[in-house]
Nanobody, 123 residues
Framework: QVQLQESGPGLVKPSQMLSLTCTVS??????????WSWIRQPPGKGLEWMGA???????YYSPSLKSRTSISRDTSKNQFSLQLSSVTPEDTAVYYC???????????????WGQGTQVTVSS
């Protein structure tokens, strides 16, 4: 059973960087053919896919967030991380990490999710 757990500060000031880490247990983040994603849900809105890092280290980003987003990994700790720069109150959301199956270079099926962590952007 794969488990994911998000961690990071719950409050970030505007213009600063948001940093979150997802710790994975029960499976390796280098296992073919899976990618590890960040998804968020602002209050009262739907889920927004932010990006992912695949088993081979390749990264995928949402075009709308690409200029502010960086996803990296630490294979020795079986963790992957999200950095979102220059945050505004519009970045307030519940942030989730999730595992997704990769088929022919496409992210096709989400099967395991973390419980989510609330991040509020406010001064």
């Amino acid at each position: 059973q794969v488990q994911l757990q998000e961690s990071g500060p719950g409050l970030v000031k505007p213009s600063q960087m948001l940093s979150l880490t997802c710790t994975v247990s029960g499976g390796s983040i280098t296992t073919t053919y899976y990618a590890w994603s960040w998804i968020r849900q602002p209050p009262g809105k739907g889920l927004e896919w932010m990006g992912a890092i695949a088993y081979d280290g390749s990264t995928y980003y949402s075009p709308s967030l690409k200029s502010r987003t960086s996803i990296s990994r630490d294979t020795s700790k079986n963790q992957f991380s999200l950095q979102l720069s220059s945050v505004t109150p519009e970045d307030t959301a519940v942030y989730y990490c999730a595992r997704v199956e990769v088929v022919a270079g496409r992210l096709v099926k989400y099967d395991y999710w973390g419980q989510g962590t609330q991040v509020t952007v406010s001064s």
